[in-house]
């Protein structure tokens, strides 16, 4: 009964007149006897040219194990001729063939179902059935399934480039990819049009048919040299037949300027052609071409641009030229007469900022604190500017905030740009009276910007109490202490400056518009107390050199405010409290 597993092989069949389509096959069956069913698994592996290269038989549970050496059409059926190499004794190795008839296909076309299938034994039919079916088509298989075409046997001799372009984009690895990368090579010559040959190299240049489109893209190059056509080819050519390319357009490189470096932006290790290039600058004056030079990779051209090029631009005086200039060459010994010469045109500093790299903010700080000035024309301008200049964005905030501080609100709008700059900024308000305000923006760097605004406040409430405090005179020395009684106002405030919204919305920040108010008020003095200590020490500094004297102790007790120094100090902070000291000296010296 397992004779008849190991007769198996897979129904891989379309149609009688239809053979095998490309790719691995997988069946499952099952084969059905009188008494008991026996499973086997099947792989075939076909190629594109429609023939058998690799069949295996596996019978799960069983020894027996068998090839498939051969198959064939005949009337509808697939015949697969069956090889057991290893057997068990009651199944010997032989030679079995099996039949599947094929009636019926389904959608999708790889997926067909084979309702009948038999093997034959010495004259005798035994029943199969499928179980399961899998199939992976080649690359050529596939393509011929999705657009049900007969694949490459269909455009081997067409003539239409666009096709065959079609056909190797879609199976580059197939097996006709080669053929067809050669037919289309043929006929990419025979049009000898130089943007199809380079559109070839660009998309097929691996296969070996590239070299001869390449060539005649070469030949049409050294004929009319053309350097925008020359880069081109030599991005879309395989690194492998670049050397090709310099050798064959090094004759056109010793033309002019322009030649030498058009090419050495493509070959810059060319020692040849560089040395061509610094006999032409002696006597060059095409700017533009001595620009393109100075790009260059090539550290001795470069210094030769710098010692021709300086003295050339300054002789012509054309400023936005001069920026240019240094913004390559910012440490050349030209640079100072360039600035001068651009600060003598203040419409070019904005333009002039985005030129500018981080390595010439030293040479070029007068230029600098041109664009700095905020008001100058240009502010508006030079603010904008910066957005494409964000390595300059931090010195220049800092110079445009030293100035930038003192103007009233509606002229930092004129440069709203400026607060990009500003990396993570905060805002705060400190409240000044019931009628305006100071907005304060700090950031990070250092960078502070104050204006006073606009407020209006509504009282919330109000309370009177009694205090004592102490009386001084020249900042820190006591006379007395005061007892008073007084009233304290509490206000809720808010900013009314529409425009401070509007900038802050535009520039996406958070911007406070409310603060909180408290004014005290004294109403009434209760009691004074003299302090005969302090005005000991007021007595003391009036006299000749008191001043002097006083100051002196004062330093010298700058320890904090204590019960042993008299609680002279009103901070227990010693850089506040000398600063303190310093103040009462010049208003004792003031009024002496």
């Not at 981080?358 to 240009?378: I, T």
């Amino acid at each position: 009964m397992k004779l008849f597993s190991l007769l198996l092989l897979l129904p891989l069949v379309l149609m009688a007149d239809l053979p095998l389509t490309g790719g691995d096959y997988r069946l499952e069956v099952v084969v059905e006897e009188p008494d008991e069913s026996w499973p086997a698994v099947l792989h075939l592996t076909i190629d594109d040219l429609k023939r058998l290269t690799k069949g295996t038989i596996e019978y799960p549970g069983e020894r027996c194990k068998g090839i498939v050496a051969a198959y064939h059409f005949k009337k509808g059926k697939l015949i697969l001729d069956e090889r057991i190499t290893v057997a068990a004794d009651e199944y010997p190795p032989g030679r079995y063939t099996f039949h599947l008839i094929a009636k019926r296909l389904l959608d999708p076309p790889q997926k067909p179902r084979f309702e009948t299938g038999y093997f034959e034994l010495r004259g005798e039919r035994f029943p199969l059935r499928i179980r399961n079916w899998r199939y992976r088509p080649t690359p050529e298989a596939a393509y011929r399934i999705a657009t049900r075409s007969n694949g490459w046997d269909d455009l081997k001799n067409s003539h239409d480039p666009k096709a065959v372009a079609a056909y190797l984009t879609a199976v580059p690895d197939g097996t006709f990819a080669r053929v067809a990368a050669a037919r289309l090579a043929d006929l990419s010559v025979q049009r000898g049009e130089f943007d199809a040959l380079v559109d070839y190299l660009a998309r097929f240049g691996r296969y070996p048919a590239a070299q001869k489109v390449f060539e005649a893209a070469l030949a049409q190059l050294e004929a009319k040299p053309d350097w925008y056509r020359a880069t081109r080819l030599y991005k879309a050519a395989p690194a492998a037949m670049r050397p090709q390319m310099a050798k064959a357009l090094q004759p056109a490189a010793g033309r002019s300027l322009k030649d030498a470096v058009a090419y050495l932006r493509l070959f810059p290790k060319e020692k040849a052609v560089a040395d061509i290039a610094l006999r032409f600058l002696a006597d060059a004056r095409d700017i533009t071409t001595l620009f393109q030079a100075a790009d260059l990779p090539i550290p001795r051209i470069r210094q030769k641009v710098i010692d021709h090029l300086g003295p050339l631009l300054l002789k012509k005086n054309e400023p936005r030229v001069l920026a240019r200039y240094l913004h390559l060459f910012c440490h050349s010994i030209h640079t100072k007469p360039t600035l001068t010469t651009l600060l003598k045109t203040p419409a070019l500093i904005p333009p002039l900022i985005p030129t500018l790299r981080q390595d010439c903010l030293e040479p070029a700080q007068k230029v600098l604190q041109a664009m700095a000035d905020p008001f100058s024309d240009q502010l508006t301008a030079t603010a904008k500017a910066l957005k494409a200049a964000p390595e300059l964005a931090l010195p220049l905030a800092r110079l445009l905030a030293k100035k930038v501080n003192t103007l009233p609100l509606s002229r930092w709008g004129e440069a709203d740009a400026l607060w990009v700059l500003l990396t993570h900024p905060s805002w705060r308000i400190e409240p000044v009276d019931t009628r305006s305000a100071r907005l304060i923006l700090e950031d990070e760097n250092g960078i502070r910007l104050t204006d006073s605004v606009p407020a209006k406040c509504r009282k919330t409430g109000e309370e009177e109490y009694e205090a004592t405090h102490t009386l001084t005179t020249l900042l820190i020395i006591p006379v007395g202490e005061e007892r008073a009684r007084y009233r304290q106002t509490e206000y809720l405030c808010r900013t009314q400056s529409p425009y401070l919204q509007s900038l802050a919305a535009k520039l996406k920040l958070r911007v406070p518009d409310k603060f909180s108010l408290r004014q005290t008020r004294k109403l009434a003095v209760l009691s004074r107390t003299p302090n005969a200590i302090g005005e000991a020490m007021l007595e003391e500094a009036n006299a000749p050199g008191g001043c002097k004297a006083m100051r002196s102790a004062c330093l010298a007790q700058c320890q904090g405010k204590n019960s042993e120094n008299g609680g002279f100090f009103v901070s227990s902070d010693k850089e506040k409290c000398e600063s303190l000291c310093y103040q009462a000296f010049h208003e004792c010296a003031q009024k002496r």
